[in-house]
């Protein structure tokens, strides 16, 4: 008897010179670490084996990638091929000989020019790479080989998904080939499908899945049916029987264009979360621009749709890979799109798609609108200061040459007072009558020229008055930012919209940007604006169709103006056929159409229907504030009066008493001299009186 440990080494010996019946796969990047060898049997090794399935794959990819010429784009497409480490045999070998022809059929000069060229890439799950760092253009077809499912969800989790060329809506090509496996098609096919709905969003797969060494079961993912639509099942298209697509290639091209043309909207349920955001989406969830734009997507493309509508916002990127708002429920399957009046950003179009743009919206501040002047300051108001300044110097003038003229000329002395001559200039400036009538021919001329002046500026006034009264105008009205900080006014608006001021010239602007509640452009939030308590960040189109529309203020400049979009989940796969509807609304002039009608409504056709109730209104009845202006000016010249009065009467008291005390000297030495003079007087005279006399 051997010895035990002498039967294992004779044991150990015997394998190593055996032969093996499979091939090792070996890391080069770290020579032999890692080695994997499979045991398998004879039947399933060998170059034909392979090679079998490297026919399989090229010629269904020759059909699955074909597009239609409608909808082929003018660059060439590309193609993502993987290159997976530690594959079982065959799939390893089927995925190094695919590789190898795609290398040779790019370099043969001789290659048919029916043959389509593609852009080649390559990925592998060694290397991972980071998703976001610049642009390129978006892979078109992928073609994977994997022996397990768990190997195809890693391989899609950590390194394609991962790609910078990520495309959810491209089309997907997997070789399943697992020989422990070969009589579970349709349960792994579910499997592989269902994974790839739901972990990644895509919906164009078909998969070749190995039944022997050499025969391939050909089934495409049917979810979106226009018979049983957004339902799982598994469809058979063909098969692939030692290389050769079976019953024949042109049977296997007219089932998937059977299947193309079948996958469709059609029939389908989409699930639609919108944001209350008037015009667009209405309260009532039914009316509005996008409403009727995605009305007539949905009669076109056959589909239909569960529209649920809320106060949400758009939502914003929370830094962590997850999103807040209506992008929330997009990115948990909640929705298929959202709507709202939303315009494309940078930040979302990283995670999302966007359909094509439609309708353009301006976005501005909106803030109080100015008080109306008061009747007597606006008749102040009619003309300018340096007018007002201009009439002032020209009364002065004219009240300095009058006085100049009759101290010069031979005018009646009384009329040649200074105060008299202003008093008359005054008058005739402002057209009333004055007591003096001019003799000489020069006073004459200069009266007439001042009296034609005055009949033009009064009469300028008087027109300009008319209408002041109906129209008084404005306070001083806010329309700066500046100005509203400065007067103390806080501002904001939707959070989305606070990225537009995140730069250098703006960071002030960013950082006291109040994204709140009470800053939304809402109706309520519209009373707080109209009152003076703050300032909205507001789309004109929402404040055009809005009652208070007339009662705040839009600041002329705008902030930024943007087209707006549907929003979908990347992945989504009726994109091409919305744009199409969309493109076509647009060059036909419908989206104009629907814009320009919401337009003339909100402007024209409003403002004439807010008029019609007060026509009979519209008579002005004078009041005490349109007499502010003259009550005053009385006011201050009784005023003026009065002090005048007090200043002559202090001053004249002073001067009659001297002058009264002159006078009683003056008297009283008269009288003295004339009791003096009767003295020395001669004697008395008699008078006697004539005997009056009768006249006839």
Known sequence: MWPKFVKMELLMLLLMWLPIGGDGIVNPSNESANMVIYMLPPKDMGFHIWEVGVDCLDSFAQIFFFRNPLERLTRAYNLMTTNVFNLSLPAAQIQIGFSKRINEAISDPEMPPEREFYQLRVISDIVKTSKFF?????????????????GLNKLMRDYVSKSRSWNPGARFLVLFHNAQLRDKPWGVASKIFNDLMTNFYVHRVALLYANSSTDYNILVN?????????????????QCQNGQLYPSPHAVHVAMLDYISGFSPRNCTFYVCASIAAPFVEEDCVLGLEMRIL???????????NQTCSRETRGEHQGDGNFNGL????????????MGGFYPDNEVTDYFWGSDCYLQDAHTWFAKLADHRPAWQAMVGIFALSTWISFLLALVLSWLFWYALVRILPEPEYYQQLSLTGINALGVTIGVAVQERPICDATR?????????????????????????????YLHQLDDLEEVVAAGIPFGGEEESRDWFENDDDEWIFKAYNSSLKFRPRTENLMDVERGMRCILSSRMYI???????????FPQNVFTSPMQLIMKAGFPFMFEMNTIIRNMRDVGIINKIDSDFRFNNTYLNRISKMRPNFAATVIVLTTEHMRGPFGILIVGIFSAFLAFLGELFCGNRSGSRRQRRKERRRGKW????????????PVVRFTPIKRRKVL
Not at 295 to 305: A, E, T
Not at 449 to 472: D, G
Not at 544 to 554: G, L, R
């Open 134 to 150: 610049g642009e390129l253009l978006l892979a078109d077809n992928y073609v994977i080989v994997v022996d397990s499912v768990e």
């Open 222 to 238: 049917d979810y979106y049916s226009n018979v049983d639509c957004r339902t799982l099942s598994v469809q058979s298209v063909g």
């Open 295 to 305: 009305g007539f997507m949905r009669n076109r493309l056959n589909f239909m749709i």
């Open 327 to 338: 992008l929330a429920k997009l990115s948990d399957g909640e929705c298929d799109f959202i």
């Open 445 to 473: 001329l200069f009266f007439l020229a001042l009296t034609l002046y005055s009949i033009n500026l009064v009469a300028t006034y008087t027109s300009k008055m008319i209408e002041t009264f109906q129209y008084p105008g």
């Open 544 to 554: 055009m169709q809005n009652k208070y529309a007339d009662d705040i203020f839009a």
């Open 671 to 682: 009288r003295r001299e004339r009791r003096q003079v009767r003295k020395t007087m001669a």
